[in-house]
């Protein structure tokens, strides 16, 4: 899924000018209207109904459940003054800015410098390795890195080995206990987008950098970096979205525990809809998750639109 | 160019909705999942059954099992098809809610914990039994109590109950005796409890000293067996059934939020990542007390059925291990006893295609010899006249006499439609308290702001 979302998004830099009739423009959609009529059922239809439950007292039991009745904004009046929804809202933005934006962004980044660099047998070796955390399923991840935080877990075994005191990871700081576990994951894609954008940079560009001086860091900020800004957008685009919306990673490994110290919006929200019944009150969060992915897709786009221009 | 930025625009707002809405729309389908199982027959009397299977327990299982067998060689043709909902607490509800929403998955005959019953009654998923119940001759068997268990605000009964339960204190004579406690141990406050606790942390190392269930995981147990067993013996309680308002802001909540927070910080009680651990039910009654790793539980009657030779964890020795004593009252006042009750029915949803069939069914359930089975194995407090004079059932426990006497000084939940919700609350505020992210100032701050926004501010009133 997420592949196909970067194709659609990320342009490919040569924009294709068209001045055609309108006509032409509807047959060429002709073949894309059984797709468009899927996404409008799947897709468009949910949303839709989303929208319609977060304005009304829809639950799994109780009043709400036999008589759905239009409360206007009262579950949103209602969010904005829980400390467990502003809570939520934190440790989201927490979440998101460790494990996506600086996490899985700049380690991916500086796994692909690195690469380009290594031999064949070191590429390939760490490809393998950083990939293979991406292709496990995600319970399968969780499971595994829950093991690994665990309080006789291999993260603890090791420490003790070095002779550094250990903790119980999950317990005591479980949001950077699913940060860590969210970037391991994570990587490998950052890694691929930005391998690819790296390719793409001439050689003679990087060639006469150095000859002018540019070596090390300030080649990589001034040469390498505004190169593939293109790239950086689109990638902490699609991963902020991502990692905004992750769920069975931080509940197999805490279910949002201990107390709320690990619950982020989608796992806030799971519980208020599925575990509390409040299917209208859980919509109503996830009307607000989605804005605030539209919030963070809007900034990123005038990144890239300032940069098209 | 200002097409294409449109188009970008429209693209990238797309994709945020797409991955974004998979997160937000989609988990209700992967909950529904299970019911996907309960293949539809031609049969016009395939009746499905719906319980929740949860630990190692099966006693429910093999009475099901036995109870298909004898109904379906009584109506030839006919199919028992037993559905047993493996989740935890709250997952079971919701799973069998969602499957009572549609006509599709509705089970014919549902197994309804008394303090769900009116929620599930005002949300329209279950059928009155008025008319069964009228001209079953079984019915005049029932205790009065027990009849008003499934009666909702219409005055119409909505489940057959199979028995009930009182609340105490187990302790383990033999860590007793070690820390240099009494055998016949009587605690007259709760701080004859937590002294206690204290002795054995301090003279019986790798015990846990005292556990009560607290927190999110274990649902409605932390709530009732947990809270409210400390609640009702303060001053307050949940609900004034004299103004009909739910109670907030009282001194007895937040004494019973210290007790939790007490025992937890002191370490007197199991750490609370163990009581977080969502099988920590089974584990009490399957592994700590048998394994004499628990000083003192506060914890059900049924819970011997765990050692029985039909149980999950048999353990013929438990009836000289095993003492029992009431939980007490904060400080020794009102009748210086606490106990809650509460208890299973039988019901049929609104939306079952067979509901003459599950009607059957359920008297087939509650056929004489097999309520005394189902109370017998299934540890319960006899809710019919011909159970409690069964022999089998009288002799079946060493402690079935004392649980039974506690039903004299026993109280029931508010269970009114909001409950559920209300408890909701109750294990978020133990959560914050025992894991120490909240005082029990905020927590039960937070507490009585959210019953005001449940039930409405002009239904609550405040505590004595």
Known sequence: ?309 | MVTRKRFKAAGALAASALLLAVAACSQGSTTKQPEAGGGQSSGPANIKIAYQQWGPGTTMKNFLAGVKTEYEAANPGSTVEVLPIVASENDYYTKLQLMMRSPNTAPDVVYEDTFLINSDITAGYLRPLDDYLKDWDQWGQFEESAKGAAKALDGKTYGVPDGTDTRALWYNKQIFAKAGLPADWQPKTWDDVLSAARTIKEKVPGVIPFNMYSGKPMGEASAMQGFEMLLYGTKDSLYNSDQQKWVVGSQGFKDSLNFVKTVFSEGIGPTPKQALDPNMGSKVGTELIPEGKLGIALDGSWIYGNWQKTGAKPWPQWTEVMGQTAMPSQDGGGKGKVSLSGGWTWAIPAKSKNPDAAWNLIKTLQAPKNAAKYATDGAQIAVRKDVAADEGYKSSAKSTQFFTDLVSVTVYRPAYAEYPKVSNEIITAMEAVMTGQSTVDEAAKNYDEAVESIVGKDKTTSGQ
Not at chain 1, 148 to 169: C, I, K, R, S, Y
Not at chain 1, 235 to 251: A, D, R
Request: hydrophobic share 50%.
């Open chain 1, 1 to 309: 899924m997420t592949t196909s979302v970067a194709a659609a998004t990320a342009p490919s830099g040569k924009p294709g000018r068209s001045g055609k009739p309108r006509a032409a423009n509807l047959l060429k959609m002709l073949p894309l209207s059984p797709a468009i009529g899927l996404m409008l059922v799947f897709l468009a239809g949910p949303i839709i109904y989303c929208i319609y439950a977060a304005f009304t007292n829809m639950a799994l039991t109780g009043t709400g459940a036999a008589n759905v009745t239009f409360v206007g904004l009262d579950n949103f009046r209602k969010a904005f003054g829980s400390s467990a929804f502003s809570n939520a809202i934190w440790l989201t933005l927490l979440f998101t800015l460790l494990s996506a934006i600086i996490g899985q962004n700049t380690l991916g980044l500086g796994l692909a410098l690195l690469m380009r660099r290594a031999n064949k047998l070191v590429r390939n070796f760490v490809g393998t390795a950083v990939i293979g955390a991406w292709v496990l399923p995600e319970v399968v991840a969780a499971y595994l890195l829950s093991a690994f935080f665990n309080d006789e877990g291999t993260l603890n075994v090791m420490l003790h080995a070095v002779g550094l005191p250990g903790q119980d990871w999950l317990y005591a700081a479980p949001i950077i206990a699913v940060s860590l576990a969210n970037i391991w994951r994570g990587t490998a894609f950052s890694m691929l987008v930005y391998s690819a954008a790296l390719s793409e940079i001439p050689k003679e560009i990087e060639e006469s950098a150095e000859m002018d001086g540019a070596a090390g860091s300030k080649r990589l900020v001034w040469v390498t970096l505004p190169m593939i800004s293109r790239a950086v957008l689109t990638n902490l685009m699609l991963i902020t979205l991502q990692t905004l919306s992750v769920f069975g990673l931080i509940y197999a490994m805490t279910r949002g525990g201990p107390g709320t110290k690990s619950q982020t919006l989608p796992l806030y929200m799971y519980e208020q809809a599925f575990s509390f019944s409040q299917i209208g009150y859980g919509t109503a969060i996830a009307l607000v998750m989605l804005a605030i992915g539209a919030v963070f897709s809007l900034i990123y786009l005038r990144g890239l639109n300032s940069e098209a221009a």
